[in-house]
């Protein structure tokens, strides 16, 4: 199938793409970043935007800068690619190459960007969760505001984020990963590159004894948008890390927590039975990686 018509724009700069989208976006424009989602959906018409305001030329929006706090900031039109290859975000952030390699295949990966896989808000999508896990800040702007937001405001339910019509999500800071950090991604899906019944996100440090400290942990693909499990870290937290408790832990995030739905590719059964394997993998890996940092 064939979009149905649209106007489009090429803007040069970021005034320029926030004059546009500050015209079209409240008429149904929209911005046009990698394209490896929002073309497709215009194609089956799922999706018709009256207007498309590419970001593709706009040069000041590709970047992946280190911050004097030991983080990163991404400008929102890098390529996914980019950030998986980059030997800084390797370095600083490696839970993003580390669910980058899941996100479809090489070939979109290279096309798709960081800012986009986020503004889409996939409720399946690898960036999501690993957003709300390392509490990423996303830098919006409009043609008359400039604003911050945090993950927990961020993403709102499925395709939906707190962007308004007018916005243009433009970078994201991520937060520098503490010393000893142990940090973990784990998802299944039917084959390479589709996308996950279910993933977890883990984040955890150690200190000198062994107690975990400042454990975060987040699923994806159990709800609308990803959700923190709030039990298992407050029963991790403060304690040393043995497989029982992990095991327990998790367990009280899927009885107390979870609530996954079922489709075609797995029954809700199923995807408990992920949150609670993948769950416990992914801790028990976050700490083996913590144990092995100075
Ligand atoms: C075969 C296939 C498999 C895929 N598998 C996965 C997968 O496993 N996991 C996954 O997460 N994704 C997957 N994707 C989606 C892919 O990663 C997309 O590229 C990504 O989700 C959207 O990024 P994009 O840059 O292509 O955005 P686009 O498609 O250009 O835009 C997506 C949406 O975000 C909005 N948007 C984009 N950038 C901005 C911005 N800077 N500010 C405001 N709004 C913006 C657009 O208006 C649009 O609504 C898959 C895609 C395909 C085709």
Known sequence: ???????YFSPKSLDEALANIAEVGDDGGKILAGGQSLVPAMNFRMAQP???VDLNEIQELFY???TDTGGLVIGAMTRDRTVELDSLVKKRAPIIPECLYWMAHPTIRNRGTFGGALAHSDPA???PVVAVVMNFNFHIQSKDADRWSGADDFFVSVYTTCLEADEILTGIEVPAMTKMSGYSYKQVSRQTGESALLGVATLLSLDDAGIVKDCRIAYMGVAEKPVM??????MLNGNQPSDELITEAIEATVKGELDPGADIHASVEYRLHLARTLGAASVKEAVIRAAKQE
Do not use: R, V
């Open 229 to 234: 499990a709030m039990e298992a870290m407050a």
């Open 1 to 7: 199938m064939k979009p149905a018509s649209f106007a």
């Open 125 to 127: 999508g690898q960036l």
């Open 50 to 52: 009256t207007a498309l």
């Open 64 to 66: 992946i800068k280190p």
